[in-house]
């Protein structure tokens, strides 16, 4: 924990103290000591522990980014440990402590401002209701999208007046259903003229911006459900897109939504802690990623990885054994500075994947529009927010806006993001990933992970809620079984 961990232990020991009789708590009362926390002081919190957990995690056998889709995503490559998420194989504390993480250091302290600053709350602001709904919208896609079905109309409810501590699981359709319905109402709180918000660090009180976000976030749930649900996820588009004033989405790379890590500990960018500060130099840039950036020209290779000891970039395959693998540490680049600065910015989405979103929506006919002229403007969006310029010739070269290029270029510029490219992976099956190298080893069956297993907690703890989750999943809770909105 980053952020006034002090606070919440006070909060901890106050809540455990409900056995103290009355006269005790009243004899023990301090005006100065408050036994409620105020959102200024829960959202910086609950803004860095969830997305620090999305982004890298500093605890090894934890990091779902950077151990598990950064390479299943053939982004990053180990020289090392390759069992450790590069051939497919994940330790229990994988799957079990990220769902408690996202559970309870994020959902539950989102859900504490959504009380608190509701209506009749204690301390009543749309804003900062409207801000903590469009953020435990995120963290819900991004647990829907790893597990599958999860608790959500019955979660979060350990405090109420009536709790629930065995909530039942909802489909992942259902999940969807609510998170978008959420996001058009936290767009519809979020008031530029209303009340000032403290405490967030990711926008620095700018409601325009997060309104901006909720609807981009819409856009983006409403593309990945269209294959199952194509009536509802066009009119969710066309109601966006049609009316730009009550909806905005983002319009630049100024509008992205993006975390500035701090030089100073503790909130400095995870991957620097990991690698810099913990001098970990198990990873080098996958083969797949560095071979096809190199074949199209595309600059920002420079940016997403070092040249090696000849001044070329090359990667080395996945799930290569370490005795294998280990060969390459003078030939394979590294990760490149840009991802390793203490202050380098932890990334939920950007102006660029918008705009491929939409190149996807309008190729499907989904949307009006061109998907050339989308795909052409997040292309360049994503060359800028690194600070290059398209290279001449680069938007020929990539080919016409099919699918597949579409889907392609999304990948290349998700980089960093991997949990979306995985996910963008798994419900398309594109890009088109090569074949495996001849002596490398996965587990899994040889199956790139399609989900990540139900925690040990909810075995022990809310087993006939997860009997009926894994019902809802259509297979085994294992790493293959399919999720609801795969289109192959």
């Known amino acids: 924990m980053k952020i006034i961990k002090a606070a919440f232990i006070s909060l901890g020991v106050l809540t455990l103290a409900g056995s103290c009789t009355k006269d005790f708590d009243e004899m023990n009362v301090s005006p ?88 009749g709350g204690q301390f009543e602001n749309p804003n900062y209701e409207g801000v903590a709904l469009v953020m435990r919208s995120w963290v819900f896609s991004l647990l829907t999208d790893t597990y599958g079905p999860i608790p959500y109309s019955e979660a979060l409810k350990g405090t109420a007046a009536e709790p629930n501590y065995t ?22 709180k979020l008031t530029v003229t209303g009340p000032a918000i403290s405490g967030d660090i990711l926008y620095g009180g700018d409601i325009l911006k997060w309104k901006k976000f909720a609807n981009s976030l819409r856009l983006r749930l409403a593309n990945r459900q269209a294959a199952k649900k194509p009536a509802e996820s066009k009119a969710i588009m066309a109601e966006i897109l049609g009316d730009a004033t009550r909806y905005p989405i983002f319009t630049s790379n100024a509008d992205n939504a993006r975390l500035a890590n701090s030089a100073v500990l503790p909130s400095n960018n995870e991957w620097h802690q990991v690698m810099i500060q913990d001098g970990r130099t198990d990873w080098n840039i996958s083969k797949t990623v560095a071979d096809r950036l190199n074949e199209l020209g595309d600059t920002r290779i420079k940016v997403y990885a070092q040249p090696n000891g000849a001044g070329k970039y090359e990667g080395h395959a996945n799930g290569l054994p370490d005795a294998v693998a280990t060969a390459y540490l003078g030939t394979s680049s590294l990760l490149g500075n840009y991802f390793t600065e203490a202050t380098a910015p932890s990334v939920l989405m950007t102006y660029s994947e918008l705009n491929l979103i939409l190149a996807e929506a309008a190729a499907d006919g989904d949307i009006p529009g ?75 069956d040889g199956v790139m992970p399609t989900r990540l297993k139900y925690p040990t907690s909810e075995y022990s703890l809310n087993k006939a809620g997860l009997d009926k989750g894994i019902s809802l999943l259509g297979g085994a809770d294992d790493m293959k079984t399919k999720l609801w909105w795969v289109e192959k």
């Open 167 to 188: 909530p039942n699981y909802d489909p992942v359709e259902a999940v969807y259903a609510g998170i978008l319905a959420d996001l058009k109402t936290a767009s519809e």
């Open 32 to 119: 100065n000591d408050p036994t409620s926390i105020s959102p200024q002081y829960l959202l910086p919190y609950a803004l860095e522990s969830s997305i620090d957990r999305y982004w890298g995690v500093r605890t090894r056998f934890e990091r779902l980014n950077l151990d598990g889709a950064m390479c299943w995503m053939q982004y990053l490559t180990r020289n090392i440990y390759s069992n450790e998420g590069d051939n497919y194989e994940v330790s229990v504390g994988f799957y079990t402590n990220n769902w408690k993480g996202f559970f309870n250091d994020a959902q539950v302290n989102f859900q504490r401002i959504i009380t608190l600053s509701g209506p």
């Open 370 to 444: 061109s998907a050339q002229t989308y795909l052409e403007k997040g292309v360049t969006a994503s060359f800028e927010q690194y600070g290059l310029t398209v290279p001449a010739g680069y938007l020929t070269k990539i080919g016409p806006a099919t699918k597949a290029t579409i889907l392609e270029q999304k990948w290349i510029s998700l980089f960093g993001q991997a949990i979306e490219a995985w996910t963008e992976y798994r419900r398309t099956g594109l890009p088109a990933l090569p074949a495996k190298d001849s002596r490398a080893v996965f587990a899994n």
